[in-house]
Structures are given as C-alpha cells and as structure tokens.
C-alpha cells in the first residue's frame, strides 16, 4: 500500500480480487467513512469525491474504491448484484480494520449512493454494531428491504425534493427500519443533486450525523 496522502491511490487486496481506491487520513481522525457508490459509477465519482472532501474538512478519513473490477463491471447484472456488491463491501470493511494507517478500533462507517446505499445497509445488517453508523444519498434502501429490520446502525436517508418516485420508496424503507433513523428531504434537489447548493447541502448533513454517532461509538 502507497503512503496515504490526499487523493493518494491505494490497492485493496482482498482474498479474490485487487480493487482501487482512494484512502485519506486526517491527522486527528475521528472514524473511518467507506463509500459504497451506485451503478456505473467508481472510485473517481466527483460527488462523492465532494462530499468526501467535506468530511476530511470534518475530521473524517474517508475510503472510496470501485466495488467492481473492469471485467464485472462490464456485466450490466454485476452492477445491480446487490448480495455479490454486499459481500465486497463487507470484505473491504475488514480490510480496512487491518492496514497500518487506520487505527483498528476507529469507527467504521457507510456512505451509500443509489443503489450502493442497498449494499451498505445489508451489509450493516451483517455487521451489526461494527457499523457506527450510515448516510444514503438518493439511495435504493428498498432494493434492501428483506434485511431493513436487523439494520442496527443510525441510519440517515437524504432524498432531493423533486426526485419523487425516490422519496416514495424511502418512505417505505423508513417505514420498514427499526433503527434509530431519519429522513431528510433537500428542497429543489433532483436525484444526482446538480442543483446549486444542493450536494454542499448533502455533504453538511452526512458531517454531522458522522461526527454525531463517532463520538457515541468511538473506541480509540
């Protein structure tokens, strides 16, 4: 693994595939936030290389890497392969326990894009409390609905004000979830939230909620 450093690539070596990613360090970090990104998107997607950038501002290392290989990618069901997408996502939170650049007992979190919100919540389901706590940005928790109720992480569900048959099936997904919760709705904002302000909107809210449940869950 190369130095961390700003935007600085990483290899992730997992026991069947080698990912990319993007590992960021704050001196003083107060947890860990793993991105889980949406269908045909990567490592280098610049809104969540954004809202990444505001929670190092915060405090908050962040990891973000390509769930899939080239090869997998290329296959159109791989991208909507949400057991196979979980299982990855879960082997790449165990990586990130062991690398020397993380301390092992630093909180570990989930920030989920459409349908890479679905991956991190079943794989929260699996994790149970090692899971601090999740944010989804325009996310697909429905996509998860079978595994909603053993989701024991805080959970925060922002959706864009006219991204309305989104909102809709959040509202189901809220319904279904037992965890502590919330459901934000970003006035104006549509579904990649390219409105002026409205992805600096997400990004705030994801920081505080982050920072809200490190603290309660920190070990370090």
């Given at each position: 693994m190369?130095?961390?450093?700003?935007?600085?690539?990483i290899?992730?070596q997992?026991?069947?595939?080698?990912?990319?990613?993007?590992?960021?360090?704050?001196?003083?970090?107060?947890?860990?936030?793993?991105f889980?990104?949406?269908?045909?998107?990567?490592?280098?997607?610049?809104r969540?290389?954004y809202?990444?950038?505001?929670?190092?501002?915060?405090?908050?290392?962040t990891?973000l890497?390509d769930?899939?290989?080239?090869?997998?990618?290329?296959?159109?069901?791989?991208?909507?392969?949400?057991?196979?997408l979980?299982?990855?996502?879960?082997e790449?939170?165990?990586?990130?326990?062991e690398?020397p650049?993380?301390?092992?007992?630093?909180?570990?979190e989930?920030?989920?894009a459409?349908?890479?919100?679905?991956?991190?919540?079943?794989?929260?389901?699996g994790?149970?409390?090692?899971v601090?706590?999740?944010?989804?940005?325009?996310?697909?928790p429905?996509?998860?609905?079978?595994?909603?109720?053993?989701?024991?992480?805080?959970?925060l569900?922002?959706v864009g004000?006219?991204?309305?048959?989104?909102i809709?099936?959040?509202?189901l997904?809220?319904?279904?979830?037992?965890?502590?919760?919330?459901?934000?709705?970003?006035p104006g904002?549509?579904?990649?939230?390219?409105e002026?302000?409205a992805?600096?909107?997400?990004?705030?809210?994801?920081?505080?909620?982050?920072?809200?449940?490190?603290?309660k869950h920190?070990?370090?």
């Amino acid at each position: 693994m190369r130095a961390i450093g700003n935007h600085e690539e990483i290899e992730i070596q997992l026991p069947t595939v080698e990912l990319r990613g993007i590992l960021v360090v704050p001196e003083g970090a107060e947890g860990l936030v793993l991105f889980s990104h949406g269908s045909g998107s990567s490592r280098l997607s610049t809104r969540n290389r954004y809202v990444a950038e505001e929670l190092q501002r915060n405090h908050l290392a962040t990891l973000l890497f390509d769930l899939l290989i080239r090869e997998e990618d290329e296959e159109y069901e791989a991208r909507f392969d949400i057991p196979f997408l979980t299982e990855r996502l879960m082997e790449v939170f165990a990586w990130a326990a062991e690398q020397p650049g993380i301390h092992p007992k630093l909180p570990r979190e989930f920030f989920g894009a459409s349908a890479g919100a679905a991956s991190a919540l079943m794989a929260a389901a699996g994790l149970g409390e090692e899971v601090a706590a999740i944010v989804s940005r325009g996310g697909r928790p429905d996509m998860a609905m079978e595994k909603l109720k053993e989701v024991r992480s805080p959970t925060l569900l922002i959706v864009g004000g006219n991204d309305e048959p989104v909102i809709q099936l959040n509202r189901l997904a809220y319904k279904e979830m037992t965890c502590e919760k919330e459901l934000e709705i970003i006035p104006g904002a549509t579904h990649l939230f390219e409105e002026p302000g409205a992805l600096e909107e997400v990004a705030k809210r994801a920081a505080l909620w982050f920072q809200k449940y490190f603290k309660k869950h920190s070990y370090v």
